[in-house]
């Protein structure tokens, strides 16, 4: 249902801008979503002017403009904020349930993977759960070893949830836009708190990007990286230097973790014949693994070179900034990575 309200908080002309960062994508997103249906909920600590707008700041002016009942204030207990969003996406809503850093969602698994997750398959298709968990998180900011981790792996081996994380402003707008509104399922959107302050261009309003489908955000002819979230970035800036080199580098944003976009990926590794694997999250177990299981499958006889995987290391995320610099994956070695497949 569409719903027409002023708009006291100053994001109509936030929505004007040519560049938006990270923060302000989920701010618009959130504020595109509420404006168009009524049934949008968002759930959360502080998330309510009187809190100061959440600790980040992006739901600042919400619950002036759209109310106490639609912007609530939750008390810290990440079990009581996704039950209560289970319950309302269930009963006809749309809830966004804010957990304010992504080790956090450990406290609600229960209603996650045992509840949200499986309710659909478990009522025969006759109750629908379309709730999204925003939540932030990441490494390099001397945050420790309980507010850093991405643990998006944990998610996309369940099945009946889908895992989004952006890697640009405009992408995190459009498809925070699409969870809401377009998904009938739970999904999980993980925003990087080192990115927040990032600039990029701004899409249109109301522009929705799909979920599941990967963006070629550089073409190339030589090797395929493949990744997504802030790895991106750095993959980017890697592939000019090597273009400076001679070597042509094909960049793949998933855009969305599960379920992730197979066919491009194929289309990509089978024009290259070699691929490197990015990610933030720890190497073992993780999404990388995954994906490159999946081309071997397809590909093995096509590949020119062992695929290479360029990930953080086994290990709690360390508190001291050189514990914390010799964890996490960097451009070098995703440099090195390429370099080794050529």
């Known amino acids: 249902m569409n719903v027409e309200r002023t708009d006291p908080t100053g994001v109509t002309k936030l929505a004007?801008?040519?560049?938006?960062?990270?923060?302000?994508?989920?701010?618009?997103?959130?504020?595109?979503a509420m404006r168009t249906d009524d049934r949008v909920l968002l759930f959360g600590e502080d998330l309510a002017d009187r809190e100061g707008g959440g600790v980040f700041k992006i739901t600042k002016g919400f619950s002036t403009e759209f109310g106490d009942l639609r912007v609530r204030s939750t008390p810290i207990s990440e079990q009581a904020i996704v039950g209560a969003a289970v319950g309302a996406a269930i009963a006809g809503?749309?809830?966004?349930?804010?957990?304010?850093?992504?080790?956090?969602?450990?406290?609600?698994?229960?209603?996650?993977?045992n509840h949200a997750a499986k309710i659909r398959y478990m009522s025969g298709g006759q109750t629908n759960v379309p709730l999204v968990i925003r939540t932030a998180t990441g490494a390099g900011a001397g945050t420790g070893g309980q507010h850093s981790d991405m643990l998006e792996a944990w998610f996309a081996h369940t099945a009946g949830i889908k895992v989004v994380v952006p890697s640009s402003p405009a992408d995190a707008k459009g498809l925070l836009l699409s969870a809401i509104l377009d998904e009938e399922d739970p999904v999980i959107f993980i925003e990087n708190t080192r990115t927040y302050r990032t600039m990029g261009a701004a899409p249109p309003p109301m522009l929705r990007v799909p979920l599941g489908k990967a963006n070629v955000v550089r073409e190339g002819t030589d090797v395929s990286v493949i990744g997504y979230g802030r790895p991106i970035m750095d993959a980017l800036?890697?592939?000019?230097?090597?273009?400076?080199?001679?070597?042509?580098?094909?960049?793949?944003?998933?855009?969305?973790?599960?379920?992730?976009?197979?066919?491009?990926?194929?289309?990509?590794?089978?024009?290259?014949?070699?691929?490197?694997?990015?990610?933030?999250?720890?190497?073992?177990?993780?999404?990388?693994?995954?994906?490159?299981?999946?081309?071997?499958?397809?590909l093995?006889?096509?590949?020119?070179?062992?695929?290479?995987?360029?990930?953080?290391?086994?290990?709690?995320?360390?508190?001291?900034?050189?514990?914390?610099?010799?964890?996490?994956w960097n451009a070098e070695e995703m440099y090195g990575a390429i370099r080794s497949t050529l």
């Open 16 to 32: 004007a801008a040519e560049r938006i960062n990270f923060a302000q994508a989920s701010t618009l997103a959130l504020h595109e």
């Open 93 to 113: 809503m749309r809830p966004v349930a804010e957990i304010m850093l992504m080790n956090f969602v450990t406290v609600a698994m229960d209603q996650l993977i």
């Open 237 to 298: 800036l890697v592939a000019d230097r090597l273009q400076a080199e001679g070597v042509s580098v094909e960049v793949v944003d998933l855009r969305t973790v599960a379920p992730f976009d197979l066919e491009t990926i194929l289309a990509s590794v089978a024009k290259t014949r070699r691929a490197v694997v990015v990610h933030e999250a720890v190497r073992n177990f993780g999404v990388g693994a995954e994906i490159v299981a999946s081309i071997q499958e397809e």
């Open 300 to 328: 093995f006889s096509d590949l020119k070179a062992p695929i290479r995987r360029v990930a953080s290391k086994f290990s709690p995320v360390p508190y001291s900034k050189p514990l914390e610099e010799a964890f996490m």
